[in-house]
């Protein structure tokens, strides 16, 4: 008999209205792993109203900062314990290799901690005025009901980069994560009730974006939408959240590009290229599958890249030697297939790899792979593959790689490989996305703010203003005169 989960709502386990649960598959053997529940528009009710009340309750409302950053910094302790089962699980639900994920879990306490830490230096100032009689000061206040929209690549993580700052805030939240990642959100959720959340603070509604995450986004009890997924759908929930006036946080895709110039260590820019594209599969938002080589090193770059992507060990991502998983699902395969030939009929060479994964394994794998003869007019460079695909290119000068990498609806991230300081900051000013790393890639920390320029989103995660994103400002005046009230019909200030 396999697990079956439903939905987390007020503390505990809530089983779908429809009755209906749905399956979620090993990505490399292709095991039937466990059943979720199949989530919908009544499911999502009961859990804002139960996430709304308790914005309400004095458990939760009148809780001091103190104790909130406490009940974060025990969420982390617990996530320390269980963090072999949880990385275990993610890598069993999306084919992550299970050191990435171990990885992840081993930092993920870290931005729990870190926001148990501002939980209470959330702050406003006092301002002055004009008027010496008046005080007038802000303070930040929670939205309300915050809903979490999360994608399949990094779940926990990525929730968190969510939740620690929404709750460190004094939200209350509902989560609809991936269909294809649901467990360890579920599980997440039962350890915030461990370490002590008041019920309904964090709730888990499982299913489909289509149902559970639509009736989600368009749920008039919603403060505010923090998502994270492709652009395609962050535009969609955009538009909803603008007819209501909610706010958004928007994490969407990327095509970054990772530039390696002339007087770059060829062989580190080699290994950034590697990890900018292959680690994880190329299955993340920051994949640098741009790859521009100043043409006197394009050779060397292109044959270092190659030659290690060949030896790539492909197979079981439980297994400590595999470099490279299978993708996370069958739509996936077939999408990264697609793009390859459609690069193929419109010029692009397979200079190495191409669908020849050689695993003895029956998921879905895909062989790292790289694209030469391409430019930016050929959808394998202007498109996501959300794959283990590099389209490699040569360019001569500063200005005009500048102009190549910018030139892309999307600005999430960008790689830059130089020696030269001059030219480091000089690019890093000049490249239109929201992290740019120099001589590394693919770097991330709860304490660095990122955010998605031009269609790669909208809002701030991590670091200190991510807490903004989860607050409203408030202006209080008040009046320390006694005086007898003049004229009522002009303006005060
Ligand atoms: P996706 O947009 O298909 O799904 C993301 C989430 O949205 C899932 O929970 C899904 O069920 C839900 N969803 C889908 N349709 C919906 C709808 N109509 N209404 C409400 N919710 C809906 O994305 P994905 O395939 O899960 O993730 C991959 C994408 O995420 C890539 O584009 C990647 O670049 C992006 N991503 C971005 C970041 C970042 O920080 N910028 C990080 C990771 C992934």
Known sequence: MSQKYSHFINGTWSEPASGEYFASTNPANLE???????????????????????????????????????????????????????????????????????????????????????????????????????????????????????????????????????????????????????RTILRFAELASEAGFPDGVVNVVTGYGHEAGNALTEHRDIAKISFTGSTTTGAMIAQKASARFI??????????????FDDANVSNAAMGVIAGIFAAAGQTCIAGSRVFAHRSIYDELLERVSERAQSIKMGDPMDDATELGPLAFDKQLEKVQHYVKLGVSEGATIYSGGDDADVDLPGYFYSPTVLTDVNNDMSVVREEIFGPVAAVMPFDTEDEVVGLANDTEYGLAAGVWTQNLARAHRMSRRLEAGTIWVNTYR???????????????????????????????????INTSEAEVGDPFVMRG
């Open 247 to 260: 706010g958004t946080t928007l994490e969407l895709g990327g095509k970054s590009p990772n530039i390696i």
């Open 32 to 182: 039937h792993l466990y059943d979720v529940a199949r989530g919908g528009e009544r499911d999502v009710h009961k859990a804002v109203t139960a996430a709304r009340e308790a914005f309400r309750s004095n458990a939760w409302a009148n809780m001091s900062q103190t104790k909130r950053g406490k009940l974060l910094r025990k969420l982390g302790d617990l996530i320390t314990e269980n963090a072999e089962e949880l990385a275990r699980s993610e890598s069993l639900d999306n084919g992550k290799l299970l050191r990435e994920m171990r990885g992840q879990l081993a930092s993920l306490p870290d931005y729990l901690y870190y926001y148990a830490g501002l939980a209470d230096k959330i702050q406003g100032s006092q301002i002055p005025t004009n008027d010496l009689a008046i005080l007038n000061y802000t303070q930040r206040e929670p939205l309300g009901v915050v809903a979490a929209i999360t994608p399949w690549n990094s779940p926990l993580t990525l929730t968190t980069s969510k939740l620690a700052p929404a709750l460190a805030a004094g939200n209350t939240v509902v989560i609809k994560p991936s269909e294809y990642t649901s």
């Open 443 to 477: 770097a991330m920390s709860p304490m660095s703010p990122r955010q998605g320029f031009k269609n790669s989103g909208v809002g701030i995660e991590h670091g200190l203003e991510s807490i903004n994103e989860y607050t409203k400002l408030k202006s209080v005046w």
